[in-house]
Nanobody, 120 residues
Framework: EVQLVESGGGVVQAGGSLRLSCAAS????????IGWFRQAPGKEREGLAC????????FYAGSVKGRFIVSSDNAKNTVYLQMNSLNPEDPAVYYC?????????????WGKGTLVTVSS
């Protein structure tokens, strides 16, 4: 059974940092692209970052490029999202997702999400 479990969300002050984790199981980790998404209340889900399958190249949305860093630890089957300089536009439920082809809006497997709150 494929499982993706996010952790690391919480409350952080504006300007602060958080590191989210996505622990994956039930599939061959290297063969899947892993993406990070977020959804704020009343807004559409937004793609943030992606680690491609096999070569583990990373890609970012313009809204987070330079602030967020995605990385993977293949030995732990875990993908991380380091989030820096958090601001009032960043609060949302953050999700990781996996797909055997690439990152896109309708990836095959999704975690349940972790909540990030930014206090001013």
């Amino acid at each position: 059974e494929v499982q993706l479990v996010e952790s690391g969300g919480g409350v952080v002050q504006a300007g602060g940092s958080l590191r989210l984790s996505c622990a994956a199981s039930g599939f061959t980790f290297d063969d899947y692209a892993i993406g990070w998404f977020r959804q704020a209340p009343g807004k559409e889900r937004e793609g943030l970052a992606c680690i491609s399958r096999n070569d583990r190249s990373s890609f970012y949305a313009g809204s987070v490029k330079g602030r967020f860093i995605v990385s993977s630890d293949n030995a732990k089957n875990t993908v991380y999202l380091q989030m820096n300089s958090l601001n009032p536009e960043d609060p949302a439920v953050y999700y990781c997702a996996a797909d055997s082809i690439s990152c896109h809006r309708s990836m095959s497997y999704w975690g349940k999400g972790t909540l990030v709150t930014v206090s001013s």
